[in-house]
């Protein structure tokens, strides 16, 4: 089976190939990616050579590039490729519409192109299965919740960032390009991902390293909102289930009952690097902050038999492990082009 995997380079991309090519000695992966500032070349570091990888550098908006990698011969699709992170999103809004909404839209029509003619193709020879598209998505889609409940598949989408909006219009083309074309695809909605090779802008790996590097840890608002943790390892089974075993059309919700205010995450994290906590600042609250994200599993759980294998506490104690073991690989990115945006956003 080959794969195209876009987006390939950047956090659960590149957990997801070095995951694949160890858990499936039958596939092979093509990563298409941009390289933007949250693409790192380095996340893939060992499988320059490795016989069932190959990379392209370039865009998911590049139609001729898309339809001519496809013709070249795609058992199936699964696209990371996104801008991801909501501060960005804020200050910016266009490159989160242009990658994530149109970049989807040309992925999704060189997949219909291109199953079209291998289906007329091989109609005869029949057996054979079709190109199929797996859209990564977010439980921010959902937007907020309230002190109850969870988000299930039948959840209304009430995005409240600009990038929870850009990927719910993409799952929305998605499910369309479905029910229009009859393209097999699935869509996945995550709850948040912590792990190695996470960039330092997001909460975890943010916290972590700013706390190695003895510098404030800077906490939105009253530092309780809500976020679901799961471990990208156990994201990435769940979208290996999902590739070989998940129906065309449907959604599934992804997510470890992992459940913590984010104010408790911080202090998880600096008694596993022994830190004192007079290193936590609270700062002004994002705009449009949702409260509280939690997940219901139960179809992903009951339909293909995934389960969570990391608790939350083992998962944080390896990731927390892996940033100190990996000092090189963050402390080059927090040297570039990030310090500008870091300084803009938190200003010490
Ligand atoms: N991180 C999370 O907690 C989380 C949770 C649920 C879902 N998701 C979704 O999973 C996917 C991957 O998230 P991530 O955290 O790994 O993101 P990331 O920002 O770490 O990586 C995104 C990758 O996409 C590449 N890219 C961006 N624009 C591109 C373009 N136009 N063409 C080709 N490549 C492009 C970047 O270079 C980068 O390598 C995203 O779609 C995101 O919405 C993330």
């Not at 380079?9 to 933007?36: H, Q």
């Not at 013709?71 to 266009?94: K, L």
């Not at 229009?180 to 695809?185: C, D, M, Q, R, S």
């Not at 000092?327 to 990030?338: C, D, P, V």
């Amino acid at each position: 089976m080959k794969l195209l995997v876009t987006g390939g380079a950047g956090f659960i991309g590149s957990n997801f190939i070095r995951y694949i090519l160890r858990a499936r000695p039958g596939v092979s992966v093509i990563n298409l990616d941009k390289l933007t500032y949250a693409g790192n070349l380095e996340n893939l570091a060992g499988l320059e050579s490795h016989p069932r990888y190959s990379f392209i550098r370039g865009d998911i908006c590049n139609r001729h590039l898309v339809s001519d990698i496809m013709s070249g011969g795609v058992d199936a699709v699964i696209n990371f490729a996104a801008e991801s992170h909501v501060d960005r999103s804020i200050m910016d809004a266009s490159p989160f519409v242009e990658t994530n909404v149109r970049g989807t839209q040309v992925l999704l029509d060189a997949a219909v192109a291109y199953w079209k003619e291998r289906l007329n193709g091989r109609a005869a020879a029949g057996a054979e299965r079709p190109v199929i598209f797996i859209q990564v998505s977010t439980d921010e889609v959902y937007g907020s919740l309230g002190p109850e409940g969870r988000f299930t598949e039948e959840s209304p989408l009430k995005p409240s960032s600009p990038y929870s909006a850009s990927k719910a219009a993409a799952d929305l083309l998605a499910l369309a390009y479905h029910r229009t074309h009859g393209l097999p695809v699935i869509v996945t909605r995550c709850s948040n991902n912590y792990g190695p090779y996470q960039f330092p802008e997001k909460l975890i790996p943010l916290m972590i390293t700013n706390a190695l590097e003895g510098r404030p840890l800077p906490v939105y608002g009253d530092g309780l909102n809500v976020r679901d943790w799961l471990h990208v390892e156990d994201h990435c089974r769940a979208l290996e289930l999902v590739l070989f075993r998940g129906r065309p059309g449907e959604i599934y919700n992804i997510g470890g009952h992992g459940e913590r205010p984010n104010i408790e995450v911080v202090q998880m994290i600096l008694r596993l690097l022994n830190k004192p906590e007079s290193l936590i600042r609270f700062v002004k609250d994002r705009p449009g902050h949702d409260r509280r994200y939690a997940i219901d599993p139960s179809k992903i759980t009951r339909e293909l038999g995934w389960r969570p294998r990391y608790t939350f506490e083992e998962g944080l104690a390896e990731t927390v492990e892996w940033y100190v073991k990996n000092r090189f690989w963050w402390e080059r990115i927090k040297s570039g082009e990030y310090r500008e945006y870091y300084m803009k956003m938190y200003g010490e």
